[in-house]
């Protein structure tokens, strides 16, 4: 498993995780020595805030969105199809 990969599987892991077992989690970090030193370091940038994985998820009242998209863009930038 690469690390990219181990690093996106552990982000939907958390995702998934209730409040209560995010905690645990938390705490189990905090408890191993090699982990808990980053766990505890102030990030160096703000935190980014990621989407949520139901984003667009909803009725625009025009239809099926993805059936229409090339005439969707075509009339936001004023081309024909």
């Known amino acids: 498993m690469s ?4 690093h996106e599987e552990l982000h939907h892991l958390v995702d998934r995780l209730s409040p209560d077992q995010a905690r645990r989690l ?4 905090k ?6 030193e980053t766990a ?7 935190v980014r805030r ?3 994985s ?12 993805s059936e229409r998209v090339e005439d969707l863009l ?7 199809v």
């Open 50 to 52: 990621r989407r949520l």
């Open 31 to 36: 408890t191993d020595p090699e982990l808990a």
């Open 74 to 80: 075509a009339e936001r930038f004023n081309r024909s």
């Open 54 to 65: 139901i984003a667009g998820i909803g009725a625009s009242g025009e239809g099926d969105l």
């Open 40 to 46: 505890d370091k102030e990030p160096s940038e703000p």
């Open 26 to 29: 938390l705490r189990l970090v």
């Open 3 to 6: 690390a990219g990969h181990a």
